[in-house]
């Protein structure tokens, strides 16, 4: 079955408490994979920013730019911040934009 997409703006009616027919659970996870996917890049970005004085791009190539420079680095551990940021963009990109999502809910979970 393929997502009905009016359900963001009930999402989004719910969040600033309108009064609207609460949205539903695939709409909750779909914006759950992408809030989940931001929290993790904007960290992300700020660290390479704050602390490792880095120049990001303000262009959509920022997201690339943050993924390879973790995967770029000699540490273990940011390499696979790298991995999983990568992966976790695929997810909230196939949220975002396909109609149907298999295995949202497990993919929801890991997300968050």
């Known amino acids: 079955m393929t997502f009905d997409w009016s359900q963001y703006l009930n999402l989004a ?3 600033l408490g309108q009064p609207t027919p609460p949205a539903n659970q695939e709409a909750k996870m779909r914006s759950a994979i992408s809030r989940a996917y931001y929290a993790a890049f904007i960290s992300a ?6 602390t490792e004085g880095h120049s990001i791009p303000k262009t959509a190539d920022a997201q690339k730019y943050v993924v390879q420079q973790f995967k770029q680095s000699s540490e273990a551990e940011c390499q696979n911040i790298g991995r999983n940021l990568e992966k976790l963009r695929r997810d909230r990109n196939e949220a975002d934009y396909n109609n149907s999502v298999p295995e949202l809910f ?4 890991i997300a968050v």
């Open 45 to 50: 970005r700020n660290y390479l920013q704050e």
């Open 13 to 15: 009616k719910e969040f």
């Open 106 to 109: 497990k993919i929801s979970k």
